[in-house]
């Protein structure tokens, strides 16, 4: 109970436009209840699959979006053994490499806002359990028509065609590129925020939905950061 209150106090401290605030908890009956602020219009997902007879146009897709739920992975694995890994999180928005290392990171998230991003613009989640199994995977579906040079055939039927091309089709491009399989092939999120902002054209994709330029500069920047590690130890050895 103190790890939990001290995890949730933590959390409360957390400001952010884009986060639901955690108000706090209340403890009734032997449940624990986490307060959240109110949101009216409910959750993105609700909206997009739980009401067939209303739907968002493509200016309402976004809106002002808050990430709820943020940081409670950590209270998921409280008492687990050490040397077990549990990976928290919903099928499709999980990086491949998460279930090999049970470490998120960065490249993880970014892989996570890719597969939001193709849900939004094609009105499907990414894995369709009752879809053919061609049909299951979202993003082989945007790859396939993307390789077939009709991309926008992946945008969600409901907007009738009643959108900006040019956003559509970054949007699809831009979650192929983030939610690659490759690690070194997804952008930094200041990459993500740049192409959706239009300081910076998106990169040129192959038939894999794979960029180079991408590819080459994340691989600088590991690089760079190993040569950091190398000559901060090199300073340590040096010193004794």
Same mark, same amino acid.
């Given at each position: 109970?103190? %790890? ?41 997902? &609700?909206?997009?699959? *739980?009401?067939? &007879?209303? &739907? ?12 709820? =739920? ?38 993880? =998230? ?5 597969? $939001? ?38 945008? =969600?039927? &409901?907007?009738?065609? %009643?959108?900006?091309?040019?956003? #559509? ?25 740049? $192409? ?7 990169? %040129?994709?192959?038939? *894999?939905?794979?960029?180079?330029? #991408? ?5 600088? %920047? ?19």
């Amino acid at each position: 109970m103190k %790890e939990f209150v001290a995890e949730i106090v933590s959390l409360g401290q957390l400001r952010h436009r884009n986060l639901v605030q955690l108000l706090g908890y209340c403890r009734r009956k032997g449940e624990l209840l986490l307060v959240y602020d109110f949101m009216p219009n409910g959750s993105l997902d &609700k909206f997009l699959f *739980d009401h067939p &007879k209303s &739907k968002l146009n493509w200016g309402q897709s976004v809106l002002n979006g808050k990430l709820g =739920d943020f940081g409670l992975a950590r209270l998921y694995e409280h008492g687990s053994n050490p040397e077990t890994t549990h990976v928290v999180g919903t099928l499709g928005y999980i990086a491949p490499e998460l279930t090999r290392t049970g470490k998120a990171s960065t490249s993880t =998230d970014v892989y996570s806002f890719g597969a $939001f991003l193709l849900e939004v613009a094609c009105g499907r989640r990414p894995i369709d359990t009752r879809a053919l199994p061609e049909k299951m995977i979202l993003h082989d579906v945007v790859l396939d028509c993307w390789r077939r040079g009709a991309i926008l055939e992946a945008a =969600d039927p &409901k907007l009738e065609s %009643e959108y900006a091309v040019e956003e #559509v089709e970054l949007v699809l491009k831009l979650g192929l590129l983030c939610a690659n399989q490759i690690e070194l092939a997804r952008p930094s999120m200041r990459q993500v925020m740049q $192409f959706l902002e239009g300081e910076s054209p998106l990169p %040129e994709l192959s038939s *894999d939905g794979i960029s180079e330029s #991408v590819i080459a500069m994340r691989s600088g %920047e590991v690089l760079d950061d190993l040569r950091s590690c190398s000559s901060a130890t090199g300073s340590v050895f040096e010193g004794r």
